[in-house]
């Protein structure tokens, strides 16, 4: 219970700090940002008036208050550019980002735990050099570069996919998982081969492990002390590494999406900073790093059901 | 005994092979200080993407510029973001992991939990907001790269510092009256190097990849500077009429990053034999 008890304070502390490094970044801003929304030659009056309605007449602290009691009831200020709630705008886009990342990582195991425990498994034969060398390319390339160069290869010379455009699931499923797929496996790309890496040291270090000599010496072969001892050891950091490529993976598809011209929050924020709408900006930046904020402690959480040791650990 | 040093360095196959990458394209940067076989901002309408030819030994982009040129201006940004990176976040990010590792106690726990925050930015996104907030130029580009690779070199230099700060060198340096910032600079930071060899390279390739990912969606290096990143997004507007052209800044910008980790990865496996 303890252990929950300081995992939770450690994660509201870290939510706190993320929203007052953004709140700060933003007042460091130069010039005012009511005369910045109205223009060089609006009358004084009227910026005192939004000066007040933006509560740019009060003190730092309060009004990194009000912004953050706002925040958490899920007001995060109105976009500049659209002049519609910030919240309104990312819960529109936010389906196609949280699919493409549910999507790049339901690839990332699908590609990367076998590759993984193969690698492993005949890690003394020639072969695995040249997977290895693969996965040092797959860990290399940029998500992004890897997305135009599907594009090339699936898109337009081979006409299997469309290369941009994107049609929403409750159009057409088959289409949107479709026009989804060579986005998440730019993704899945980089991020299986990382994955792959880790599941081969994970795998490497369980084969030292003394209960693997006790299996042996029992005389189990190789086949069943691998499938039934070790792997079941091995995938258990694993999940940690899927809660840190949670992270890259919504920090790739920032990129990616522009890549694709997929309507998501990534292109929101491309689209935010293009036209300097601050709010806009603001807000997305504080909700990402929210994400990976909760996306770490459930992870944690997680860690700590499957296997109970890591409780007393620290 | 040096050149036995620089066999063990050729000898492994990671860093020679990721040395040989980098090295082209770093040759390719000092030719163009010297010679550029066209000007690389000269705009041709009548020459618009033309496929590689003995003219234009990589073809020319869609306003006619000699595509080769370009590329060899435009490494300049590569090495040149990749190196200011390297030094600002090295320092700032050395300086913070040496103290919090070296002094611990309260020190490291407000510095551990100021970097593990950090790293709930994703990617490029503290990036982005320190561009929006500061405008778009090469400095806050610089900047913004900066403050993204400091947790890397804050880890690396914390559990340096931890395990060296109770060790006997340092002790005897304490009995000689030497000053804490003595000690760490002069006892404890050389003894850090290596390490520091393979996050810095790694730092590189990091640098290198999101300043192209930034250039891409035009937030980063402004045109008519050629970089990477802008020529990939040139490339992937004519990707219909020219599909050749993509292929040459995703491949350079593959070869950098790849080059850069490998020889990180490379210089990993040598020290630790």
């Known amino acids: ?314 | 005994m040096k050149q036995n040093r620089l066999k063990k360095y050729l000898s492994n196959r990671n860093f020679t092979l990721g040395l040989i990458m980098v090295s082209i394209l770093f040759l390719l940067m000092v030719v163009g200080f010297f010679y550029l076989p066209a000007d690389p901002n000269k705009i041709d309408v009548m020459k618009e993407l033309l496929p590689p030819s003995r003219e234009n030994l990589l073809g020319t982009d869609q306003l006619g510029r000699d595509i080769l040129s370009r590329v060899m201006v435009g490494s300049r940004i590569s090495f040149f973001i990749g190196f200011c990176v390297v030094i600002c976040g090295g320092l700032l990010g050395c300086t913070l992991g040496g103290a919090a590792g070296y002094y611990g106690g309260k020190i490291d726990s407000v510095i551990t939990k100021l970097i593990d925050t950090q790293m709930a930015f994703p990617g490029v996104l503290l990036a982005l907001m320190l561009i929006a907030v500061f405008g778009n130029s090469v400095q806050n580009l610089i900047l913004a790269l900066s403050v993204m690779s400091v947790p890397r070199f804050a880890r690396m230099s914390r559990s340096g510092f931890l395990k060296y700060r109770n060790s006997e060198f340092v002790k005897a340096a304490k009995v000689k009256g030497a000053s804490d910032l003595r000690i760490m600079i002069l006892h404890i930071f050389p003894n850090l190097l290596q390490e520091l060899s393979v996050t810095a390279t790694l730092s590189f390739s990091g640098a290198i990849m999101s300043e192209a990912g930034l250039s891409y969606l035009s937030l980063g290096i402004q045109p008519p500077t050629p970089s990477f990143g802008k020529m990939l997004s040139e490339a992937q507007n004519t990707i219909l009429t020219a599909g050749w052209y993509v292929v040459i800044p995703a491949a350079l910008i593959t070869m950098l990053v790849l080059g850069f980790n490998l020889i990180s990865d490379g210089l990993n496996e040598i020290y630790r034999h």
């Open chain 1, 1 to 314: 219970m303890k252990y929950y008890l300081k995992k939770i304070l450690g994660f509201i502390f870290t939510i706190l700090l993320v929203s007052i490094i953004t709140f700060v970044v933003f007042q460091i801003l130069p010039g005012d940002p009511a005369q910045i929304i109205l223009g060089v030659d609006a009358d004084p009056a009227q910026i005192e008036n939004l000066r007040a309605t933006m509560n740019l007449d009060k003190g730092y602290v309060e009004r990194y208050l009000i912004w953050l009691t706002n925040a958490l009831k899920g007001d995060l200020g109105v976009s500049y550019r659209y002049s519609r709630a910030v919240s309104e705008l990312i819960s529109e886009s936010f389906f196609v980002t949280s699919s493409l990342a549910v999507y790049s990582i339901a690839l990332t195991i699908l590609i990367g735990l076998p590759l993984g425990i193969f690698i492993a498994k005949n890690s003394k034969k020639k072969i695995t050099t040249g997977i290895s060398m693969l996965s040092q390319l797959g860990i290399s390339v940029p998500s992004f570069c890897m997305g135009i160069v599907l594009i090339s290869i699936f898109s337009v010379n081979l006409g299997w996919f469309d290369s941009i455009g994107y049609i929403p699931a409750s159009e057409s499923l088959t289409g949107w998982f479709k026009t989804m797929f060579l986005p998440s496996l730019s993704i899945a790309f980089g991020s299986s081969a990382v994955l792959a890496r880790y599941i081969r040291v994970s795998i490497a270090n369980q084969q030292k492990q003394d209960y693997v000599r006790t299996a042996k010496s029992k005389g189990l072969s190789e086949k069943i002390i691998m499938n039934q001892h070790i792997l079941r050891n091995s995938l258990i950091p694993v999940i940690t590494i899927l809660g840190m490529l949670v992270a890259d993976i919504l920090g790739g598809s920032i990129i990616i999406e522009n890549v694709f011209s997929l309507p998501g929050i990534g292109k929101l924020i491309s689209t935010s900073i293009t036209t300097r709408d601050l709010p806009l900006i603001q807000g997305l930046t504080v909700y990402l790093a929210g994400i990976v904020v909760i996306c770490n402690f459930g992870v944690d959480i997680l860690y700590s059901i499957i296997d109970p040791r890591i409780k007393t650990k620290r």
